[in-house]
């Protein structure tokens, strides 16, 4: 399964659904699950994710979008949704009108 959600040089993941979207595909990919199992309600810990693995999964994330993200997001967030949501309100819009 080849994780083609966005290029990695173009900041795309504006929006909460885009960022869900890359989190769950990062997350089936690393557990070897089709992305439809993967619950963006449930804590990360539920979805198979430990420290280094949540500290990571920002760390790429805050790298992908260009804006700098605390290590401790996945525990402030600790659902897909939450943190996605919360990630998308501060990250720039690709729309500036």
Same mark, same amino acid.
């Given at each position: 399964m080849e994780a083609t959600a966005a290029e990695p040089d173009a900041p795309v993941l504006a929006d909460q659904q885009s960022i869900e979207d890359?989190? &769950?595909?990062r997350i089936? !990919?690393?557990q070897g699950l089709d992305p439809e199992l993967i619950d963006v309600n449930e804590s990360f810990i539920a979805?198979?994710?430990g420290s280094a693995s949540? &500290?990571?999964l920002?760390? !790429?994330l805050a790298t992908l979008l260009g804006i700098p993200l605390p290590e401790t997001l996945a525990w402030e967030y600790p659902s897909i949704a939450?943190?996605?949501e919360h990630v998308a309100s501060i990250a720039p819009s690709s729309h500036n009108d």
């Amino acid at each position: 399964m080849e994780a083609t959600a966005a290029e990695p040089d173009a900041p795309v993941l504006a929006d909460q659904q885009s960022i869900e979207d890359w989190i &769950v595909i990062r997350i089936a !990919d690393a557990q070897g699950l089709d992305p439809e199992l993967i619950d963006v309600n449930e804590s990360f810990i539920a979805n198979g994710l430990g420290s280094a693995s949540s &500290v990571a999964l920002v760390s !790429d994330l805050a790298t992908l979008l260009g804006i700098p993200l605390p290590e401790t997001l996945a525990w402030e967030y600790p659902s897909i949704a939450a943190l996605a949501e919360h990630v998308a309100s501060i990250a720039p819009s690709s729309h500036n009108d």
